[in-house]
């Protein structure tokens, strides 16, 4: 088996990317609560929440007053700037880590950011430029990199030219998005190559699964395979219901956390705190944790 | 990535380790019809159902009545023996393949099979030795390969030795079976290389994930890229509820299929129709697949 890297940087996006896509409406105090058990459990890099208009995405319309509870703890906390406004919003909390969202494909850059492929890097350039110069770090998520609903396979070469031309503007870092979950391992391999033949550092791409046809932690052996060290997962799968017909939800943080530890893949991560945590959740959400580890060793607890 | 084969058997376990593990008991008419749905839908070997006693298995107590109705049909499926009683059985109805279940760890020996590991070849001896000269094909589960509730970890020496005691008895296959889901990636790469260090062919080799915490598919992978060409999966991943607290079910063979479609390698099944199948057979049961696949494309298509 191929060599892996010895540590991994988990990326927990549960707070932003799990809850905004649950129907739950979470109170303030508790997403707080979730944040810092979050960070408690060891985990690096806890995405905090969006600044999106609250019409889009009504889950995080509290994301200011989320960062004003979380205070100091939060500043370092990555949060999702779709625009200007977002970062606006950003600055002046005094946050210091911000995420902006571009789309591989056409349709989904139409529907997403009412704009076109070309038309997103003239939005996202003034965001990046004025985050770098007050001092920011940004990561630029990149969707739909392996499949997309409406143009089917996604050519690795419009992948990378999207993914570089967000570095060339000042990202520090790409996540490369299976937002449909659909992609297999052989595509990961392929994709990170070809970003790295492009020139790009493989501690400049981090991996986002998601689980919908259960691709996701397959995927991410592919991507330790290739070499790349940061991956993004939601606690306890959150974002993805599984009573839901169709289940789209993110990589649970404690399956992969499992398939870490079993590589003897260092991550930091305290299994049991965040298994308390996402069996915590799960309760506030009124439904079972759709991860697996969470299920079995919750299961076991009891 | 490694070298990865072209074509792969899969062995569907549904109506057999499936069922047995599902509390609902079904008309033994369902079973017929999902066994021949099962073949049409082009999987090459369908394991129909288990020769054991009905007090321990209640719901396979019609395998008599299930391989007559068959009648023909069945004589090459495979179905479990679980010693010479179960064997003559087989044996009565003209069946030309059977498998046995063997334990890899002390405890699930004597928990299951009431006997020792060393005791078990002395029950299987007769059993595939009749098999043999009665020119039956039989393959041996082992159980317990990566990790025994009781035990732990599992030395690789121990799997070893007991599997090949079993293929020395006369067994043309072993299935290395995860019991309990607990196995990461390395340990496959670790297992199928000893047994190839110990002489065995890399064809006389299955893999029997379970999903219990979610490394089926990252497991099937590894299993992959160190040579495996059998693995065994069980339709709409049937043995597994996903509202229970503890989901221990087998890899689904959708979520197996899609793996290996998009790695390019031949598998023969027709997903359609085997997710037609499912979701029918889901209904029988009166609850969804925990299938991700079989959700993700019974919602799409609804």
Not at 139 to 161: K, L, N, T
Not at 275 to 288: D, F, I, Y
């Amino acid at each position: 088996m191929p060599q892996m890297p010895q540590r991994v940087t988990i990326w927990e996006v549960g707070p932003r990317d799990g809850l905004q896509n649950e129907k739950t409406q979470v109170p303030v105090e508790v997403k707080e609560r979730f944040v810092r058990r979050l960070v408690s459990a060891g985990l690096p890099v806890v995405e905090a929440t969006s600044f999106v208009h609250p019409r889009w995405v009504p889950q995080l319309a509290d994301a200011e007053e989320l960062m004003t509870r979380l205070g100091d703890d939060g500043r370092g906390l990555p949060v999702l700037v779709p625009n200007e406004r977002g970062l606006d919003r950003a600055l002046e909390l005094g946050l210091r880590h911000v995420a902006i969202f571009g789309s591989a494909t056409e349709t989904f850059a139409q529907r997403n950011l009412n704009r076109s492929v070309e038309e997103q890097f003239a939005m996202f350039e003034p965001v990046v430029r004025r985050a770098r110069d007050a001092g920011l770090d940004v990561r630029a998520y990149v969707s739909m990199c392996f499949g997309d609903p409406w143009e089917g396979a996604v050519p690795v070469e419009q992948v990378v030219s999207v993914g570089r031309r967000l570095l060339d503007l000042g990202a520090s870092q790409l996540s490369l998005g299976d937002t449909i979950g659909v992609g297999t391992a052989n595509q990961v391999g392929a994709l990170v190559d070809a970003f790295v033949a492009a020139g790009t550092g493989l501690g400049e791409l981090a991996l986002h699964f998601h689980d919908t046809y259960g691709q996701a932690l397959a995927n991410t052996l592919a991507g330790l395979q290739a070499g790349v060290t940061t991956y993004d997962a939601s606690a306890g799968g959150l974002g993805g219901c599984p009573f839901a017909k169709s289940a789209t939800g993110n990589l649970a943080t404690e399956d992969l956390v499992w398939l870490l530890a079993g590589l003897g893949i260092e991550h930091g991560v305290d299994l049991d705190a965040l298994v308390e945590t996402s069996v915590w959740m799960a309760e506030q959400l009124g439904r079972p944790s759709p991860s697996a580890v969470v299920r079995a060793l919750a299961s076991s607890q009891s």
